[in-house]
């Protein structure tokens, strides 16, 4: 089945075509871009499994196919990859009219998407995600970022896609722990915005239940739906709504950098991050205790592991060089109620004591 989300914004619109079939896909493409030539980006993984699928089907409607590899994982989501992307296009005459495609998951997605953004000053994109975390979450919205090695995500732009298109069929080729790393973004939009999709996740993570197909295109309709809306209200996250996305993510990037990207994949932190998050919530007494155990439960119940034992100060002096902190005061997406979040500034003694009673809990 077919679902159609359009992203609105005020200088540009672009779709999201949720469909398993091709010709959808081809329907859509043809009006959002005018091109001959495409310069597929992936990585060594999906290159194995799902390239050759992609450019075949490019080149037999008859146009140019160009491609670039770069490197699985966090690992490759740098500079590095980055100018070696440059490189590649020009030797294959990718000019201005040409477009890029990110065929993979989030890290092909945010550097695929920075290579199109700067490439001749800017050049024309679509996304293919492949993974659960960027069918729900990367793939909409335009953030573009490679790390550094001081911290995630710090140098990066903007840059809208013209077309994402979601084909969940790729789904199959996915590890479980990759299924779960994506799961925790769409749990993240039940916490900040929906009691009721909360509820429908807490069903279908019932013990002993595989995700259905049916639920898969179900949980990435509702996910790209609110990243949708959001992204149409605050594009480039200034009036705060947007920063809602972020529960759970400051605590997240700081552990990935203080593990070195090594020992937990982004979705696996930012569950962590959402616990820490929510206790900070019942600390400054923004919710209460039920809801603090309804957000532990449902992290419980999707099977995350929530216990990591990190130094606090160290942790606070990363969060307190992240996008969000302003002149060192860190800001901080809270929980009021399931689907009801705000974003404040929080003192560092109480994060600092968080912190220091969640490392202690997990001793
Ligand atoms: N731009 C944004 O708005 C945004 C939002 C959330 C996350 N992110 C970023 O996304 C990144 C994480 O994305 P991710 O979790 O998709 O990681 P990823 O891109 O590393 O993909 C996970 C792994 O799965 C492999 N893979 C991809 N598709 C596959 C398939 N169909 N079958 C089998 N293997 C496949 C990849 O090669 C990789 O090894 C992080 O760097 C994060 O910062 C960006
Ligand atoms: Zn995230």
């Given at each position: 089945?077919?679902?159609?989300?359009?992203?609105?914004?005020?200088?540009?619109?672009?779709?999201?075509?949720?469909?398993?079939?091709?010709?959808?896909?081809?329907?859509?493409?043809?009006?959002?871009?005018?091109?001959?030539?495409?310069?597929?980006?992936?990585?060594k993984n999906v290159?194995?499994?799902?390239?050759?699928?992609?450019?075949?089907?490019?080149?037999?409607?008859?146009?140019?196919?160009?491609?670039?590899?770069?490197?699985?994982?966090?690992?490759?989501?740098?500079?590095?990859?980055?100018?070696?992307?440059?490189?590649?296009?020009?030797?294959?005459?990718?000019?201005?009219?040409?477009?890029?495609?990110?065929?993979?998951?989030?890290?092909?997605?945010?550097?695929?998407?920075?290579?199109?953004?700067?490439?001749?000053?800017?050049?024309?994109?679509?996304?293919?995600?492949?993974?659960?975390?960027?069918?729900?979450?990367?793939?909409?919205?335009?953030?573009?970022?490679?790390?550094?090695?001081?911290?995630?995500?710090?140098?990066?732009?903007?840059?809208?896609?013209?077309?994402?298109?979601?084909?969940?069929?790729?789904?199959?080729?996915?590890?479980?722990?990759?299924?779960?790393?994506?799961?925790?973004?769409?749990?993240?939009?039940?916490?900040?915005?929906?009691?009721?999709?909360?509820?429908?996740?807490?069903?279908?993570?019932?013990?002993?239940?595989?995700?259905?197909?049916?639920?898969?295109?179900?949980?990435?309709?509702?996910?790209?739906?609110?990243?949708?809306?959001?992204?149409?209200?605050?594009?480039?996250?200034?009036?705060?709504?947007?920063?809602?996305?972020?529960?759970?993510?400051?605590?997240?990037?700081?552990?990935?950098?203080?593990?070195?990207?090594?020992?937990?994949?982004?979705?696996?932190?930012v569950a962590i991050?959402?616990?820490?998050?929510?206790?900070?919530?019942?600390?400054?007494?923004?919710?209460?205790?039920?809801?603090?155990?309804?957000?532990?439960?449902?992290?419980?119940?999707?099977?995350?592991?929530?216990?990591?034992?990190?130094?606090?100060?160290?942790?606070?002096?990363?969060?307190?060089?992240?996008?969000?902190?302003?002149?060192?005061?860190?800001?901080?997406?809270?929980?009021?109620?399931?689907?009801?979040?705000?974003?404040?500034?929080?003192?560092?003694?109480?994060?600092?004591?968080?912190?220091?009673?969640?490392?202690?809990?997990?001793?």
């Amino acid at each position: 089945m077919k679902q159609l989300i359009t992203v609105n914004l005020k200088t540009k619109k672009y779709d999201i075509v949720i469909s398993q079939s091709e010709n959808d896909f081809f329907t859509v493409l043809e009006k959002a871009v005018k091109t001959n030539t495409f310069f597929v980006i992936t990585d060594k993984n999906v290159e194995k499994l799902h390239l050759k699928y992609f450019t075949d089907l490019l080149k037999q409607k008859g146009f140019n196919v160009k491609t670039a590899v770069i490197s699985a994982g966090e690992i490759g989501k740098n500079i590095k990859s980055l100018s070696s992307l440059y490189d590649s296009a020009l030797e294959a005459g990718i000019d201005r009219k040409s477009c890029t495609v990110a065929l993979g998951g989030g890290i092909v997605g945010d550097v695929a998407g920075f290579f199109a953004a700067t490439y001749m000053r800017g050049i024309n994109y679509i996304q293919v995600p492949t993974t659960l975390l960027a069918m729900t979450d990367s793939s909409v919205g335009g953030k573009t970022a490679v790390n550094i090695k001081g911290g995630k995500n710090v140098t990066g732009v903007f840059h809208q896609p013209d077309l994402v298109w979601i084909n969940s069929t790729f789904l199959s080729t996915l590890s479980e722990r990759h299924i779960k790393n994506g799961l925790a973004e769409v749990i993240k939009y039940a916490f900040t915005f929906d009691r009721k999709f909360y509820e429908y996740l807490s069903d279908m993570l019932e013990e002993g239940t595989t995700i259905s197909p049916k639920d898969f295109d179900y949980t990435i309709y509702k996910s790209c739906s609110y990243k949708a809306k959001v992204v149409e209200k605050d594009e480039k996250e200034i009036t705060g709504l947007r920063a809602v996305l972020n529960f759970g993510h400051t605590f997240a990037h700081a552990l990935e950098t203080i593990t070195k990207y090594k020992k937990f994949l982004h979705g696996e932190a930012v569950a962590i991050g959402m616990l820490f998050a929510i206790k900070l919530s019942l600390e400054l007494k923004t919710c209460n205790i039920e809801t603090y155990k309804e957000v532990e439960n449902l992290l419980y119940k999707a099977g995350f592991i929530l216990n990591t034992k990190n130094d606090a100060k160290q942790m606070l002096s990363l969060m307190k060089k992240d996008k969000k902190s302003i002149d060192g005061n860190i800001k901080f997406v809270l929980i009021k109620d399931i689907g009801k979040a705000i974003s404040s500034y929080v003192k560092d003694d109480v994060v600092l004591s968080v912190l220091k009673n969640f490392t202690e809990e997990n001793k």
